[in-house]
């Protein structure tokens, strides 16, 4: 198989193994074989932070991670909930887009696309307007900040707010503090545990569900609670997105679990950086306050995105480009996925020549 390297903030490249486990048996979603399956996998992803399942549920939805996010932003609000969003990229003001379609009452903490959360600012806010759940995006996908999930989950602790967290691009390679504010945290199978799409994923906390409501069939977290909990489903899973969450969760834990994946890629994103900075490309954000998982670069002067873009594309890498108005004028580099550093040293290698073209 000759694919492109995707350094896209996933779907990511696949090891053989898990692209292997996507081929596994036919199999019919009411068999034992099946909730087999997806207790182990449930069982794995509260592994991957040593949750207790007495505490807490790893809740599996077939869909892209905004199933996930929605499922928790739609269900867990219960009655006369209010919510504030904090919005500092596109990931965040999607947050409060699902409330405005579930008709929640809610509120935002606007600030600038890859702007810092000011905890004093966050602090205000929340005294302002009195919400019931804080709901945040861990790492902005948008801009690349990390934003800091252990300050907010304290400020929310202080304020007796409950915190919703959007992890999709964190979960499995960045630090999470299951702190007592965090209520439930979304994420998905095709990001940082290098599983396939189609699988998506809510840790919630037990208790919290008993207060939760359905503003959505297909959606209502609770009920998929239920129905996983007693080795039931309610609808058609993606199962081979479940064959390669399996698998990509056991490859997770043997290659040392999230700290280990979050130093992998930290490596590769440190050699991109360097690369780029000696060439004079700027970063988007100041120097420490990026994911190890994605960051962002200005384009250099005289160098359109779909020239960088086509150009690594012929060399048989996929970057990706930013949204809305960093469109034209950054590009993002994601170290996701089966990668090797010789991968990144091409990378650069390959940029230069574009530049130089
Ligand atoms: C990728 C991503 C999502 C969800 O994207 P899908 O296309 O629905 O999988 C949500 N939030 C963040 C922060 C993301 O990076």
């Known amino acids: 198989m000759s694919g492109e390297l995707l350094l896209n903030p996933g779907p990511v490249t696949l090891t053989p193994r898990v692209r292997n486990a996507l081929a596994g048996p036919d199999l019919c979603h009411r068999e034992a074989e099946f909730f087999d399956l997806q207790d182990d996998i449930r069982a794995r992803l509260l592994a991957v932070h040593d949750l207790a399942p007495d505490d807490w549920a790893a809740v599996v939805i077939s869909g892209s991670g905004t199933a996930a996010v929605e499922s928790m932003m739609a269900s867990l609000p219960g009655e006369g909930a ?56 861990h790492h902005e996908t948008t801009t690349g900040r990390l934003n800091d999930l252990a300050d907010i989950a304290h400020c929310c602790e202080r304020h007796g707010v409950a915190l919703l967290v959007d992890a999709v691009s964190s979960f499995g390679a960045e630090a999470i503090e299951f702190a007592p504010a965090v209520t439930a945290v979304a994420a998905t199978a095709n990001k940082c545990l290098h599983g396939a799409p189609g699988a998506a994923f809510v840790i919630v906390r037990r208790r919290a569900l008993a207060r939760a409501v359905p503003r959505a069939l297909y959606l209502d977290l ?72 994605l960051r962002a670069y200005r384009l250099p002067p005289g160098v359109s995105y779909d020239r960088l873009h086509d150009g690594l594309k012929t060399a048989g890498y996929v970057i990706y480009a930013g949204q809305g108005t960093l469109a034209d004028e950054i590009f993002r580099i994601s170290t996701m996925g089966a990668l090797e550093p010789s991968d990144m040293t091409r990378l650069i290698e390959t940029i230069d020549e574009i530049i130089a073209r």
């Open 222 to 293: 609770a009920g998929y609670c239920a129905k996983q909990d007693a080795r039931g489903t309610p609808f058609t899973p993606g199962i081979p997105a479940f064959y390669a969450l399996a698998e990509a969760l056991q490859e997770h834990a043997e290659a040392g679990g999230w700290s280990a994946r979050r130093d992998r890629y930290r490596q590769l994103a440190d050699q991109v950086e360097a690369g780029l900075v000696e060439r004079g490309i700027e970063r988007l954000l100041p120097p420490g306050v990026s994911s190890a998982v």
């Open 82 to 137: 209010r919510v504030l969003v904090i919005e500092n990229g596109v990931y965040g003001e999607r947050m409060t887009r699902m409330a405005e379609v579930h008709d929640i009452d809610h509120d935002t903490l606007r600030l600038d696309w890859g702007e810092a959360i000011d905890m004093a600012a966050l602090s205000a806010r929340i005294d302002a307007v009195v919400p019931t759940h804080v709901a945040v995006v």
